[in-house]
């Protein structure tokens, strides 16, 4: 057994170091090995009343072979979680000087959890327990209910969850399903997954192509959730650092450490699935490293790029519960409401002319059609919107979007789509089974 050998070494480390003292031996929090948490824990911390951190010495173990994982921090690379052997030192409330001989390390080939043991002077317990607390603090952040929103990778500029509900445009069953499977799932599912003894994780995706309201919808949704007691961690790939894997696992840590139930949102999951990372991230959503939050956590993943997430994913049950279609605008019902929506009190009766040209493009079209011609009266003075310039508004924005997406992106099949496309590829063109069609 390898703990055996490990105590076993750490009592003789003790008797040459530490021959005066007792000590107890115990399991010990991994998180005292990590080197994030050795750099940020500087030694003169004050620890519980008096007592304080003073530093550490690598030790050498011959059952451990040192190996650190790593990742990013900012925008360099940091070697993280580590296996090694240690002696910490500390001072205790009446100024004695003790130390804790610590080893770390993997049991077992599968290199899944890292294991710890110390051994600690008995009455210095309570020194030890507050650094090896302040240590995975460092290592894990912390969740307390001070913020509804958690944004990892960017600024709170990333993302801002007071969109309403009532002010995304799709369609009535659409938003109801998904609004019905996140309340389903935190009223009745958290409980039938923990039953099963399930991690309680459920993973949706939104699909679509760009600007059909995606980041909308999640902001949306965000905004119940936090009313209903969520707490919210968003997790970006679009600052400097990029989608890393790193990112994914630091959402995942926060959310575990949530004493709240969690909305986990993924923008643009596709761009993690690349190199080494997709194997990590399939492991998430297999479960094997997946969130254990007992209160529940519900994914909102989106992609534009649908064509990357493979069929291991798309196909394989469990993976992703379910994956909603955010499609353009299906008809010219909808395509009025997105208009009126956009033009506000810029309406007029006539614009209902260019209504047929918006059908098949996505909201965002729309919202820059509308913004585009107020420009174009505002640039000639005008007080109204005129139906001339709406209409000289989407031929240009038409125009725009078809040379762009010759120019800019000929490999991708997936682009605004124009009003004279096939509606049924354009609402669908994934070919997968739309949960809003069911
Ligand atoms: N379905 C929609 N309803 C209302 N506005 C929309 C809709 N789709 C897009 N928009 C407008 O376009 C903008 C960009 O959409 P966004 O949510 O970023 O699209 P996506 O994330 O799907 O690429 C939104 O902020 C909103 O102003
Ligand atoms: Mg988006």
Same mark, same amino acid.
């Given at each position: 057994?390898?703990? +055996?050998?490990?105590?076993?070494?750490?009592?003789?480390?003790?008797?040459?170091?530490?021959?005066?003292?007792?000590?107890?031996?115990?399991?010990?929090?991994?998180?005292?090995? #990590?080197?994030?948490?050795?750099?940020?824990?500087?030694?003169? @911390?004050?620890? @519980?009343?008096?007592?304080?951190?003073?530093?550490?010495?690598?030790?050498?173990?011959?059952?451990?072979?040192?190996?650190?994982?790593?990742?990013?921090?900012?925008?360099?690379?940091?070697?993280?979680?580590?296996?090694?052997?240690?002696?910490?030192? *500390?001072?205790?409330?009446?100024?004695?000087?003790?130390?804790?001989? $610590?080893?770390?390390?993997?049991?077992?080939?599968?290199?899944?959890?890292?294991? &710890?043991?110390?051994?600690?002077?008995?009455?210095?317990?309570?020194?030890?327990?507050?650094?090896?607390?302040?240590?995975?603090?460092?290592?894990?952040?912390?969740?307390?209910?001070?913020?509804?929103?958690?944004?990892?990778?960017?600024?709170?500029?990333?993302?801002?969850?007071?969109?309403?509900?009532?002010?995304?445009?799709?369609?009535?069953?659409?938003?109801?399903?998904?609004?019905?499977?996140?309340?389903? *799932?935190?009223?009745?599912?958290?409980?039938?997954?923990?039953?099963?003894?399930?991690?309680?994780?459920?993973?949706?995706?939104?699909?679509?192509?760009?600007?059909?309201?995606?980041?909308?919808?999640? !902001?949306?949704? !965000?905004?119940?959730?936090?009313?209903?007691? =969520?707490?919210?961690?968003?997790? %970006?790939? &679009?600052?400097?650092?990029?989608?890393?894997?790193?990112?994914?696992?630091?959402?995942? +840590?926060?959310?575990?450490?949530? @004493?709240?139930?969690?909305?986990?949102?993924?923008?643009?999951?596709?761009?993690?699935?690349?190199?080494?990372?997709?194997?990590?991230?399939? #492991?998430?959503?297999?479960?094997?490293?997946?969130?254990? #939050?007992?209160?529940?956590?519900?994914?909102?993943?989106?992609?534009?790029?649908?064509?990357?997430?493979?069929?291991?994913?798309?196909?394989?049950?469990? @993976?992703?519960?379910?994956?909603?279609?955010?499609?353009?605008?299906?008809?010219?019902?909808?395509?009025?409401?997105?208009?009126?929506? $956009?033009?506000?009190?810029?309406?007029?009766?006539?614009?209902?002319?260019?209504?047929?040209?918006?059908?098949?493009?996505?909201?965002? *079209?729309?919202?820059?059609?509308?913004?585009?011609?107020?420009?174009?009266? !505002?640039?000639?003075? =005008?007080?109204?919107?005129?139906?001339?310039?709406?209409?000289? %508004?989407?031929?240009?924005?038409?125009?725009?979007?078809?040379?762009?997406?010759?120019?800019?992106?000929?490999?991708?099949?997936?682009?605004?789509?124009?009003?004279?496309?096939?509606?049924?590829?354009?609402? #669908?063109?994934?070919?997968?089974?739309?949960?809003?069609?069911?």
């Amino acid at each position: 057994m390898l703990y +055996q050998q490990l105590v076993q070494w750490a009592q003789e480390v003790w008797n040459t170091r530490c021959p005066d003292q007792n000590s107890v031996t115990i399991w010990a929090s991994a998180e005292c090995a #990590n080197r994030l948490a050795q750099t940020q824990v500087r030694p003169g @911390r004050k620890l @519980r009343r008096k007592s304080r951190y003073d530093g550490f010495e690598t030790l050498d173990c011959p059952v451990i072979v040192p190996i650190s994982d790593y990742g990013t921090r900012g925008k360099k690379m940091v070697l993280t979680s580590s296996a090694g052997a240690f002696a910490f030192r *500390f001072t205790d409330d009446s100024g004695e000087p003790f130390e804790v001989i $610590y080893a770390c390390t993997y049991f077992g080939d599968d290199a899944q959890d890292l294991t &710890a043991i110390a051994l600690v002077p008995e009455d210095k317990l309570d020194t030890w327990a507050a650094f090896e607390f302040m240590c995975a603090r460092t290592v894990r952040p912390r969740i307390r209910r001070r913020r509804d929103v958690y944004i990892i990778g960017g600024t709170d500029a990333f993302f801002d969850p007071t969109v309403e509900w009532d002010d995304v445009i799709l369609s009535e069953e659409l938003k109801t399903k998904l609004l019905d499977d996140m309340e389903a *799932f935190f009223t009745k599912g958290v409980d039938l997954y923990r039953q099963l003894k399930l991690p309680p994780f459920r993973k949706l995706l939104l699909a679509g192509v760009p600007g059909t309201g995606k980041t909308m919808l999640c !902001a949306a949704m !965000a905004k119940l959730a936090i009313k209903r007691g =969520c707490v919210v961690v968003y997790v %970006s790939g &679009a600052d400097r650092d990029g989608a890393s894997f790193e990112k994914i696992q630091r959402a995942l +840590q926060a959310v575990t450490a949530a @004493r709240y139930p969690v909305l986990l949102i993924v923008e643009e999951l596709d761009a993690y699935l690349q190199g080494d990372d997709k194997a990590r991230v399939l #492991n998430v959503l297999d479960g094997i490293e997946s969130p254990n #939050n007992p209160k529940g956590a519900l994914m909102l993943a989106t992609t534009n790029y649908p064509e990357a997430i493979d069929e291991r994913i798309t196909k394989r049950p469990g @993976r992703l519960d379910r994956i909603f279609i955010i499609p353009p605008i299906h008809d010219e019902a909808q395509a009025e409401l997105m208009l009126r929506h $956009y033009m506000a009190d810029q309406w007029q009766d006539d614009h209902q002319k260019v209504i047929a040209r918006l059908v098949d493009q996505p909201g965002a *079209f729309v919202r820059e059609v509308a913004l585009h011609a107020r420009m174009l009266a !505002a640039h000639e003075h =005008c007080a109204d919107v005129s139906l001339d310039m709406l209409e000289k %508004s989407v031929t240009s924005l038409l125009k725009q979007v078809h040379s762009e997406s010759d120019f800019l992106n000929p490999r991708r099949p997936i682009s605004m789509v124009s009003s004279s496309s096939k509606k049924s590829s354009s609402r #669908n063109p994934f070919g997968w089974k739309d949960e809003s069609e069911d």
